[in-house]
């Protein structure tokens, strides 16, 4: 019986609740393995599950015991934990490296926006387990062997760089790997010339594209051969507004998808409406270990529950995530698809844990707000910035929300088109922000993560 990766134990039932227990049982078996492998590394794992109460492998005997652990780790002492093995050892691979630094083949990171980056270290093992998986996820969208397709995510060592790269070529799919760094004008020729059907991109790049085609090379996207566009690196391809433009203007179906870390790997279905990623991996990684954001306490696995995802590798050499901190607030689904008919675990990500805004007692996340402001296009050009005094959550006074035009919409439009963005906002996030509309081309474009948030300078006391 070929694997089934939406439901990769063949599980039977198909109560919600009924499903996800079963699964808990396949995952525990898995976990008492990893337990057991992490407990030999003595300067991160272990030190951490004797301060949780543990004394032995076997004092965890159930899942429920597992998801009662506290979060071993998040991004900041992951980084803490490379800067110790880097003067203790020598290398940036973290004191939670649980392999010997000769097996690590392969490096991926984070953009490094703080300043330092968070590397993820693969075993050969690992690497071909995340190919086999990343696999999964092109076959889910559709990518057959064969075909070629062309890499616009940034060509560093990101997880959505190299990795997917490699795991293309190994799937046997044909990259045209130029990546983001490239430019829109040369990405657009190279597209023209090499002929992809398949499109890897950041929603930000995808609508650079739309926008600056006919200028660059005379025609529009549509007119290149795209039939899909995988999306992945920020919040976008699930919104309404953005599937529908990349619909319109290049006629290709359009995937939001997630995955590469820990073999983890996560796609929407090619339904018109979007009802979050299917979870492809539940043999490898447990991703939606979920949490009471405020608590720290466990979630029911139910569906529509939301939470912030603890992540753990249920099957990793290198260095694991394991009850891993994310920051993601992520609200699942099990069932029925109602776009695709494929019953299983679906995930939506809800926002950041760091980005949660809070205004006059109301909690709202960016991604949401953008939600909103997107259902005004074609008025406006996409580009918006939430722009606050201090970091979040807090928001003292009105939240101001600056808005791109769209070149077709006059200036003598723009106060009508603030006040019904204001009040509609206020009808469906129940606050009412300050909205301001800018000229089209007055924000910064980029073809990789585009942040929503801009925290203005402060000022010395």
Known sequence: MSLNPYNPYNISTRDPAEYQAALGVHRFEKLQRQIRYLWQNEDYFRPRFIAAGVSAPEDIRSLDDFRRLPAFMDKVSHRQSQEDSLARYNHPFGLHLTAALDKVVHLAGTSGTTGQPTFYAFTK?????S???LGRLFAAAGIVPGETTFHAFGLSLWLA???YVQ???????????????AGVPKI???????????????????????????????????ALGIRRILCAGEPGAGLPAF????????GAEIFDMMGGAWHNALTSCASHDYHGMHYLTDDSCFRYDLIDPVTKEPLLLTDGAVGEALHTALDYEAAPAFRYATGDIIKIHVGECPGCGVFGTRMEIVGRVDD??????VKVYPAAIQNVVLQFQPEISGELRIRLDAPPPRVEGQLRLVIEASPET???AWPNLANRIENRIRELLTFRPAVSILPYGSLPRSGQKTKLIEIAPQTPA
């Open 125 to 129: 093992r690992d690497l071909e387990i």
């Open 131 to 133: 190919h086999q998986t």
């Open 161 to 163: 760089g190299i990795t």
């Open 167 to 181: 795991a293309l070529e190994a799937y046997g799919a044909r990259p045209v790997a130029l990546g983001a760094e």
């Open 188 to 222: 657009l020729r190279y597209i023209e010339f090499t002929r992809p059907t398949t499109l890897f991109a950041t929603p930000s790049m995808v609508n650079q594209l739309i926008d600056r085609a006919p200028g660059e090379i005379g025609k529009p996207v549509g």
């Open 243 to 250: 599937r529908q433009r990349v619909r319109e203007h290049f």
């Open 356 to 361: 949660m805004l809070a205004i006059k007692g």
């Open 410 to 412: 006059p200036e003598s």
